[in-house]
């Protein structure tokens, strides 16, 4: 089970720090992504994280203001958003997929486990 939190309510310019706890399963053996999906449009990645701490990857549109990162100790993955923009507000969804050590995707598919979401508003 994959529990996404943290959403709410942010300034443009602001930051939030969204977490998955992961639940019934080892996040060591996982890869993880966050997804975004706003009002009327198909949901996207924002990034991933590999088992691999040091390998991830980012939307373009999130690149520099955006941090992905895992705590297996704690079973949580985090998503530290800054400099938050209109545009950033979606419902974010993480997901997992067992993996081998260096392996990372963007695309949805490849993603068998999915959290919940937990719904960012940027308000301008």
């Known amino acids: 089970q994959l529990q996404a939190s943290g959403g709410g309510l942010a300034q443009s310019g602001g930051s939030l720090r969204l977490s998955c706890v992961v639940s019934?399963?080892?996040?060591?053996?996982?890869?993880i992504g966050w997804f975004r999906q706003a009002p009327a449009k198909e949901r996207e990645v924002v990034a991933a994280?590999?088992?691999?701490?040091?390998?991830?990857v980012y939307a373009d549109s999130v690149k520099g203001r955006f941090t992905i990162s895992r705590d297996n100790a704690k079973s949580t993955v985090y998503l530290q958003m800054n400099s938050l923009k209109s545009e950033d507000t979606a419902v974010y969804y993480c997901?997992?997929?067992?993996?081998?050590?260096?392996?990372?995707?963007?695309?949805?598919?490849?993603?068998?486990?999915w959290g919940q979401g937990t719904l960012v508003t940027v308000s301008s």
């Open positions: 997901a997992a997929r067992y993996s081998s050590y260096y392996y990372i995707s963007s695309s949805l598919s490849d993603y068998s486990y």
């Open positions: 019934g399963r080892s996040l060591s053996n996982l890869a």
């Open positions: 994280i590999s088992r691999s701490e040091g390998n991830t």
